[in-house]
């Protein structure tokens, strides 16, 4: 059983690493933000604590959580944030390692917009996807249709390259084509001169 994490700023690449590892290494597939969005769920976890600290007026007229109302009271209010991750983190990170033990895959990869010290012992290897800024624009005005500012802005916020390098075990450059990604991945699956 091996457990990958993959990791990198927007626009880098890493949804197209997961689906090459899904569909032609049929890997387990675990994105930390969807864990985060379900134990936001009414009933759950995170719903539970959420709404004790915060109230109805993080909830729409479902009363599920607004992602928006949530983004609006936490954004630029760096104590509300600190509060948020240290209930949705903790739990996120409780749920990934039950579905890693669960459900026991010969490879499992989870995508992390940034694995810590705790986070990262949950993995055998870090992968970090690294993409140049300019290429990363680029995709994020073609795939999401953000102007060349909005992703400028996301990119800005996010961990910089010598954040993600110190962390990683391997390093993906996905500057090229996505021949060269595979190439680039198989080698790295390779265990004792057998593929994963």
């Not at 729409?60 to 760096?78: M, Q």
């Not at 995508?111 to 290897?125: H, M, P």
Request: aromatic share 6%.
């Amino acid at each position: 059983m091996k457990v990958l994490g993959i990791t990198g700023g927007v626009g880098a690449g890493k949804s197209s690493v997961l689906s090459i590892l899904e569909q032609e290494y049929d890997a387990f597939i675990i994105r930390a933000d969807d864990v985060a969005k379900q134990l936001q769920e009414p009933g759950q976890p995170g719903y539970l604590r959420l709404t004790e600290l915060f109230g109805d007026m993080i909830l729409d007229s479902d009363k599920k959580i607004s992602r928006t109302r949530l983004a609006d009271l936490i954004f630029n209010d760096e104590t509300r944030l600190a509060q948020v991750n240290e209930i949705i983190h903790p739990l996120t990170w409780e749920r990934i390692r039950a579905l890693i033990r669960s459900r026991q895959a010969e490879l499992t990869a989870v995508e992390s917009a940034l694995f810590g010290r705790e986070t990262s012992s949950y993995c055998n290897e870090i992968w970090f996807i690294d993409a140049a800024e300019e290429t990363r624009i680029s995709r994020l005005m073609e795939s999401r249709g953000y102007t060349r500012e909005k992703a400028r802005k996301i990119m800005q916020n996010q961990p910089d390259r010598e954040t993600f390098l110190a962390i990683a075990d391997q390093v993906i450059d996905n500057n090229k084509t996505a021949a060269d990604v595979r190439r680039q991945m198989k080698q790295l699956l390779q265990t004792e001169g057998k593929k994963i």
